[in-house]
């Protein structure tokens, strides 16, 4: 393998180079396959060893996308909570502005600042449950 390709296999990111280390640790076993004569215990002690760890490094590779889809998932659902919320506190503070600035002689008669108080009541409730949760 050329250096120029370990470099592109590198830029995969840490799966690239645990899949190097993987390649190498079964190019040495190859290599001490094909020799003459009885197999050297310490030199496949070592490449064990060094298989080990390249299985050490793919567990670790497979942990941290886990945890990069988890950490994900968790800022995409954070983020979607905070516009609902965000949403939730615009109609509140207009449902609000509504109901300080009621006019009969415009909105008709009580049964329209009925109907206004209960549509504050409902816009305001998860506002105000989440301003309760935060304290």
Known sequence: MSGLDVVGVLQVGFSGFAFLLSGYSFRLLQLEGRRDGAPRRPLLTAIQRY????????????????????????????????LRLSNDADTCRDSLTMLAMFDKRIYGDYAALSELTRNTSSSCTTILKALGDSH
Request: hydrophobic share 50%; net charge neutral.
């Open 51 to 82: 298989a080990n760890y390249t299985l050490a490094m793919a567990l670790l590779v497979a942990a941290s996308r886990f945890a990069e889809s988890a950490l994900t998932s968790w800022n995409n659902r954070q983020a979607s909570e905070t």
